[in-house]
Nanobody, 121 residues
Framework: QVQLVESGGGLVQPGGSLRLSCAAS????????MGWYRQAPGKQRELVAT???????NYSDSVKGRFTISRDNAKNTVALQMNSLKPEDTAVYYC???????????????WGQGTQVTVSS
């Protein structure tokens, strides 16, 4: 029904930057919150940042001041600019979108397949 495709992960040195992008496609009437989550080996998936349709942003304390989330409602995309990256930012990053697929239909959460971010020297 709805597909989320992430891109932009990779290997970067500490202090470096990466930009993640996610595009939603499929049967979409409206997208509410979009966001990024991450999961490091042996740990639970955790919230990184979310953004509402009108642009209200929420960040985890661990990334505040370093990461910036943005979205383009016309293109159904969300991006995460990550600066001053640290080894502890290493994880698989997942895109999430809360979507209403038709007028009056259910509001459902969808996940992307994940993209690996590795911060290492």
């Amino acid at each position: 029904q709805v597909q989320l495709v992430e891109s932009g992960g990779g290997l970067v040195q500490p202090g470096g930057s990466l930009r993640l992008s996610c595009a939603a496609s499929g049967s979409i009437y409206n997208i509410y919150d979009m966001g990024w989550y991450r999961q490091a080996p042996g740990k639970q998936r955790e919230l990184v940042a979310t953004i509402s349709r009108v642009g209200n942003k929420n960040y985890s304390d661990s990334v505040k001041g370093r990461f910036t989330i943005s979205r383009d409602n016309a293109k159904n995309t969300v991006a995460l600019q990550m600066n001053s990256l640290k080894p502890e930012d290493t994880a698989v990053y997942y895109c999430n979108a809360v979507v209403q697929i038709r007028v009056g239909g259910a509001i459902l959460g969808f996940w992307g397949q994940g993209t690996q971010v590795t911060v290492s020297s």
